[in-house]
């Protein structure tokens, strides 16, 4: 008589649940010490349109948001079952030349940046990411880079008045 064993499926138990809220707790933790680093702002004496703490205070309480409610789905949901088909496979070396390119063309942002106006350095950025990304054509390596520059520099440098 041969005995069956069901097959594995996957750990949906308690365990699954504290894994899959780990990160939203780190980041709760790192949340609410931005909120808190954010808070030791000075404000200064005059008064300005926009506080100094706003987007720091902004981007700690959504990091506190999102973090809570990645906690709260990884008690409330089931957990998802692992299918063969969707698990990832190793590294490939297209994917390791795509990160070590993203990570060079931040690096370079960063030198060229240093030299070169906010509009001529973003633009190359964002045009060198979305070709490492695949991007190709006058649309994706022109259009799309520009637009993103502009937009960004009209929010941080015209907006906001943050210079870039």
Request: glycine share 10%.
């Amino acid at each position: 008589m041969a005995i069956h064993h069901p097959p594995i499926q996957g750990d949906h138990g308690a365990a699954a649940r504290w894994r899959a809220a780990a990160p939203g707790m780190v980041f709760l933790v790192l949340g609410a010490v931005f909120l808190w680093l954010a808070r030791s702002i000075e404000l200064p004496a005059r008064a300005l349109a926009v506080s100094p703490r706003i987007w720091p205070e902004t981007l700690a309480i959504g990091i506190i948001g999102l973090s809570a409610l990645q906690i709260v789905l990884a008690f409330v949901t089931t957990p998802a079952v692992a299918d063969d088909e969707d698990e990832e496979g190793p590294a490939t070396r297209s994917g390791i030349a795509r990160v070590v390119g993203f990570v060079a063309a931040t690096l370079a942002f960063g030198v060229l940046w240093y030299y070169l106006h906010f509009l001529v350095s973003g633009l190359v950025f964002v045009a060198a990411l979305t070709w490492i990304a695949g991007g190709r054509g006058i649309k994706d390596l022109l259009f799309f880079p520009a637009g993103v520059t502009v937009l960004i520099y009209g929010l941080f440098g015209l907006l906001l008045r943050v210079p870039l």
